[in-house]
């Protein structure tokens, strides 16, 4: 989680920590770079997916919308990202349910759909299977190599060797 933390330039940014070194991302310094250089690059989800629902939106597709709103994107264009994403998630079926009313898994889900609208290069990824039943597992983990496999850059951070097994193309262990 700090690990996730650091590469995301939250620390000590947004976090309150006492940092030193470097934290070196796309060739710059996480940790000395402001939020705007970063922002859309890289995403984060961390572990414990109601913390992280805005809280301000009434349906899971305004959810998955605010971070593009965020980023700018004319609402012309969020139309095919948000169907999209709900399609390679499986969350089609939720567009109209509050946040806040859904499973854990559910939330896990939007929250990653709402990560892959935005589209970012390298992807941080605290317990995302923490939520998910086994048949949530495989999918996600599918949908997570199909990302690897296009050019993003995966890193999970998870306790359980065998969930990662047959995902990771390296394991790091800490």
């Known amino acids: 989680s700090t690990l996730a933390l650091a590469v ?21 310094d996480a940790l000395a770079a402001s939020g705007a250089d970063l922002l859309g690059r890289v995403g984060i989800v961390f572990s414990a997916p109601a913390d ?3 809280g301000s939106k009434l349906t899971v597709r305004e959810e998955l919308a605010f971070g593009l709103e965020n980023l700018g994107v004319p609402r012309s264009d969020m139309d095919g990202r948000l169907d999209a994403v709900m399609a390679d998630l499986g969350i089609g079926h939720l567009a109209g349910r509050v946040p806040r009313t859904l499973s854990g898994g559910e939330q896990q889900r939007v929250l990653l759909a709402a990560l892959s609208a935005t589209a970012p290069q390298l992807w941080l990824l605290d317990e995302p299977f923490s939520a998910l039943d086994t048949a949530g597992r495989r999918q ?11 050019g993003a850059s995966v890193v999970i951070a998870c ?6 097994l047959p995902l990771a193309d390296r394991l790091v262990v800490l």
Do not use: C, K, N
């Open 159 to 164: 306790d359980e060797a065998d969930t990662m």
């Open 140 to 150: 996600v983990g599918a949908w997570l190599r199909q990302l690897a496999r296009g």
């Open 52 to 54: 992280q629902l805005s």
């Open 8 to 28: 995301a330039g939250f620390l000590p940014r947004v976090v309150r920590a006492s940092v030193a070194g470097r934290v070196v991302v796309g060739g710059g």
